[in-house]
């Protein structure tokens, strides 16, 4: 009879997904976009979603299952008290996250198959809003009503090298010369819109910091993946056992702790060197030193 161990499979190495780019057409409706949140964090709440295309407004409040962080609340103004909502002090009327996003994919539909622009869009909004979509099991209705996204960070960083800042709100006045009230959802998406039509950004340079809706799920899926992996991994951390780096290393490399601990149980320090070595496009998995694999194993050994 054999053993869980002997039965489990360690995964193959896993590769960060590459970007599809949309093409010409897939960019006719765009949708600017902008959440709010309760914090930095990646596990952070929705708290204001709002979106414009062209006179088309969207906008509305959430209210949170976490607290509003210090931080959060002193730039965007929201906060929370015996269950009401405020804005800058002023109540706002505020719903449920999934009442929110199923008024948000008909608003949406509404307006046919779309892209969503934002700024810092790729990194930190989108995967908050697939995650607030996945949340709520709408993942499926999110992806046939949106075609993909463009983030206009990377596009001003393109387009105007050298400027002193790359902030929306500092382009904004640059460009347009208006001032708008930042971190205000609503606010920031019309003067986002008003700052894509204002520089008369091309199509071409919209394409190139572009990326379909599948291939950003595809890669929230694969961080989400890594992020668990590296939290298996923490212990090699807080006992100083290997760097950041090499943890980080490991877990974008598809491993766990469990499987460094099943290569040793199978092979001893042998089958961690194997498993650490594995070619990938020519290079190792994870690393060829002696002295990271042998501190790995005697953390791991069984005694």
Known sequence: MSCVGDITEIPPPSKQPTATKLNKEDISTKVHCDPETTSLQKNCDIIQLAAVCGEEKYNRYI????PISQG??????LTVSDNTMFQNGKPVQSDTLYNVLVLFLAWLQCLGR???VGHNFKKFD???IIRAFESVKLTG???????????????????????ESYKQ??????????????????ADVESLQQLVCSTKITDECLIEHSENIMSSIHLYNFNKDCDYNQFSLACLLNDK????EMVKKIAFSGLRLHHLQLAIDRNGVEGLSQLFKEKVDGKPR??????????VFNFLKKD
């Open 72 to 77: 959060a609340s002193e730039v965007t103004g």
């Open 126 to 128: 989108l995967p908050r």
């Open 63 to 66: 209210f949170p299952e976490q």
């Open 114 to 116: 779309c892209v969503l």
């Open 241 to 244: 056992i290997v760097s950041k």
């Open 169 to 186: 709100e500092y382009l904004v006045t640059k460009f347009v010369n208006i001032k708008y009230s930042a971190h205000d959802a609503l």
């Open 141 to 163: 209705a999110f992806k046939d009503t949106v075609i993909g996204s463009i983030d206009t960070l990377p596009l001003y960083r393109s387009v105007y090298p050298g400027i």
């Open 286 to 295: 994870v690393t060829c030193l002696k002295r990271i694999i042998e501190a």
